[in-house]
C-alpha cells in the first residue's frame, strides 16, 4: 500500500487556516460568507477573546511555584485592570501604577522578592521595624511599623467602605466570602492589590507610592547614622591604638 502524504498549504492561504483553526473558526474558511464585516469582525474578535483566556486561565492555574499563587489570588477575572487606567500622565501617578503593579506581579523592591541578588538583599527579614518578619507584600502592606500611620488612615477609610457595603448590601460585599475584620494580614493584603473602584484605588495605589518613598528616606538615614558613626569612631579608635601601642613598649 502507497503511504499518503499529508499535504502542506503553504502562502497566505495555509497561515490563514492555520490562524483560523486555533481559534475555532476553521468552519468559515469558506470562499463565501453570510456575514457582513462587522458581524464577521464581532465574532472573530469574540473567539479570539475567549481563546486567549482560556490559555490565561490555563497558565495561572498551572503549578504553585514562584509568584504564581499570590497572583492567582489577585488577579480573579480576565481583562485589563482598572487602576492601569487611573491616575494621568504625571510622573507621581506613573510611578504609582508601576508600584502597584510590581506589588501585584512580585517584582516589587523587597529582599525577599530578590533573592537571587544577595549583594543588594543580604537578608529577607525587615530591616525598617523589630517584627523579625520577611519583609515581603504582605509585611509592607499590613504590618511593618514603619507605615503604622498611613496604614492606619487607610485602614480607616477601608473599614468605613466595608460599613457601607454591609449596610447598603452591595454587590462587591455580597460577593466577599471572608470579612475585613476577620481576614489575615495576607488575606487583607491581596483585598487591597485588587480594587477595582476608582477612588479606593486610588488611595490604595497612593499608600503604596508613600510606603516606598518612606522606605528610600528611611534607608538613606540608616546609611547616614552608620557613616557618622564611623567618622566619630575614628578618633576613639586611634586613641584606644595609641594606648595599646604605649601598652606595649
Not at 490559555?55 to 477575572?77: N, T, V
Not at 498611613?150 to 455580597?174: H, I, K, T
Request: proline share 5%; with cysteine; aromatic share 8%.
Amino acid at each position: 500500500m502507497r503511504k499518503q502524504t499529508r499535504l502542506v498549504a503553504y502562502g497566505l492561504c495555509g497561515m490563514v487556516l492555520t490562524t483560523m483553526v486555533k481559534y475555532g473558526l476553521q468552519d468559515n474558511f469558506t470562499s463565501e460568507s453570510r456575514y457582513t464585516k462587522a458581524k464577521w469582525k464581532a465574532k472573530s474578535m469574540s473567539a479570539i477573546q475567549a481563546c486567549e483566556e482560556d490559555e490565561w486561565r490555563k497558565r495561572l492555574s498551572e503549578g504553585d511555584d514562584g509568584a504564581r499563587p499570590w497572583y492567582r489570588a489577585i488577579k480573579r477575572q480576565w481583562g485589563t485592570e482598572a487602576y492601569l487606567g487611573m491616575g494621568g500622565n504625571s510622573s507621581a501617578a506613573t510611578r504609582g501604577r508601576r508600584l502597584m503593579a510590581q506589588m501585584r506581579t512580585s517584582p516589587a523592591p523587597l529582599p525577599p522578592l530578590h533573592r537571587h541578588q544577595p549583594r543588594l538583599h543580604p537578608t529577607p527579614i525587615c530591616q525598617h521595624c523589630e517584627l523579625n518578619q520577611p519583609d515581603d507584600q504582605t509585611h509592607a502592606l499590613s504590618a511593618c511599623t514603619l507605615h503604622r500611620l498611613d496604614r492606619d488612615r487607610l485602614f480607616d477609610m477601608v473599614e468605613n467602605e466595608w460599613q457601607l457595603g454591609s449596610q447598603y448590601a452591595l454587590p462587591w460585599w455580597c460577593n466577599e466570602t471572608t470579612q475585613w475584620c476577620d481576614m489575615s494580614g495576607e488575606q487583607k493584603a491581596h483585598w487591597l492589590l485588587r480594587q477595582s473602584e476608582p477612588r479606593m484605588c486610588a488611595t490604595i495605589t497612593a499608600f503604596i507610592s508613600a510606603l516606598f518613598t518612606t522606605r528610600v528616606a528611611a534607608a538613606a538615614a540608616a546609611s547616614l547614622f552608620v557613616a557618622e558613626a564611623v567618622v566619630a569612631a575614628g578618633p576613639a579608635a586611634e586613641a584606644a591604638n595609641s594606648s595599646v601601642a604605649s601598652d606595649g613598649q
